[in-house]
């Protein structure tokens, strides 16, 4: 059924993955395929990860501005790296997203977990 790989390489490029999820549709009962197909569900996700934490651990504060370039980075790589399949940016946060990001790059969508906020966007 699915497979999950970690580190996968990009089709092209020399950068890597965080997370390949790939589910062989052929392997699905038709009714699945159908509901998957409709709610935009793809064989192949390209997953990128990022994680926001552990800022007590460190003396000094690292920029925001540094975590936004972060962000872009792998956007940019999921944007031009890969040309089918679903596209996702998973960030997760110790804290409260404006912690770590500037606050006019933080919407209202945010999903709590416990005490960790994460979001998930769909390229």
Sequence with gaps: MPYIQVSRPYPKGK?????????????????????WANSGVCEENWI???????????????????HLGKLLEALLRLKFYVREGGKYLLMAFNREPSYYLPKREIGESYKAFGKTCYKIFKI
């Design 15 to 35: 950068y890597r993955v965080d997370i390949f999820l790939k589910i062989p549709k052929s392997k699905l009962p038709p009714e699945i395929v159908y509901r």
């Design 48 to 66: 990128e990860v990022k994680f926001f934490g552990g800022a007590e651990r460190k003396t000094g504060s690292e920029p925001k501005t540094r």
